[in-house]
Every structure is written in C-alpha cells, then in structure tokens.
C-alpha cells in the first residue's frame, strides 16, 4: 500500500479481515520507514514523489499520525494480538508524544489550545493548516487518545496512558 494513512484507514478493516498479514506488515512500515526519527510523527504515505519507496513523506497532517493510532488500536481490537502491541509500542508513544507536544505548543491567553495546531488535514482544500486548530482533527485527535489509553493498560503502560488522559481531558474541555 502507497497511499496515505488518512486513505488507507477508509479501507484497512477488509483487508485486516480477508489478509491479515498484509495490515501488520503495512503497519511495521508506517512504525519505521515512516514515522520520522526525530518528532515521532506520521508521514502521509509510505512511498512519495520524489524519494524512494522506502522512505515516507508528503504533508505533516493532523490526522496521519491520530489515524495510525486508531488503526493499530482497531487490529487489536480484531485480532486480540498483544504481542503486536507490544512490538508497535516504542513507535505509538513516539506518535502519542508528538500530537500531545503539537496540541499543546500554541498558547492563546497564557492557556494551551489542547488541539492540534496548523496542520493539514484530508480535506487540504480549506486550508486548515493556517487555522490554529480545527474540529475535524480535534475529534481524531481525541479519539486517538483515548485508544493510546487503551492500548497503553494492554501492555502495562501507566505513564503513556495518564498522559493521553491528561490530555484528552485538556482537548475536550477545547472543543
């Protein structure tokens, strides 16, 4: 798969449920090649013009590194797997940490928006990367937290999970 995540999670659940190998290992790219080294994000695709295709990039979206999240949550939730969890661990809190560190960067009134700020989203053409934040990827945003949460009492991880429901309940009190 070389679409984008946003894309690519309006149709994962058939192929999780008729070629379940196919979503893991699509899911250990979007966790190495494509998430970025130094932030934690999520790249828009796995392969992008202009760089090889084995190594991610396009926009830094709102809504590429929370559907991530959500769709690693969604395989667990199908297939029960803790083991992949855990192998995707390292990369969700790497991805948790930057939509946490990105919602609450832009202060307005010496108070944290709590939401994801200037980003793109799926829907480009209204310019919601010029916007401080937008309803639409607050609500995957939040979403996403409270799946992180989730998946974080799976594998023991109380820390990741007090800070996505820390944050959540900034996000929500925002919107």
């Not at 250990?28 to 934690?40: E, I, L, N, R, V």
């Not at 999240?69 to 930057?98: C, P």
């Not at 939401?115 to 309803?135: C, E, I, M, R, S």
């Not at 949460?149 to 996000?171: N, P, Q, R, W």
Request: overall charge negative.
């Amino acid at each position: 798969m070389l679409g984008s995540v946003h894309n690519d999670y309006q149709r994962h659940l058939l192929y999780l449920w008729a070629y379940p190998e196919f979503e893991l290992n699509k899911m250990a790219a979007w966790s190495t090649f494509a998430q970025d080294p130094k932030d934690g994000h999520i790249w828009e695709s796995l392969g992008y013009t202009g760089r090889p295709m084995d190594q991610g990039g396009g926009r830094l979206m709102g809504d590429t590194t929370s559907l991530y999240l959500l769709e690693m949550y969604e395989i667990y939730r199908h297939n029960g797997n803790k083991t992949f969890i855990e192998h995707q661990w390292d990369s969700a809190k790497r991805a948790v940490s930057w939509m946490i560190g990105n919602a609450q960067s832009i202060k307005s009134n010496e108070s944290s928006f709590g939401l994801p700020q200037k980003l793109a989203t799926t829907y480009d053409h209204f310019g919601f990367h010029t916007h401080n934040t937008v309803a639409y990827n607050g609500h995957i945003y939040l979403t996403a937290l409270k799946a992180v949460e989730e998946m974080a009492k799976t594998v023991d991880d109380t820390t990741t999970a007090a800070s996505a429901s820390k944050a959540f309940a900034l996000g929500k009190s925002k919107l």
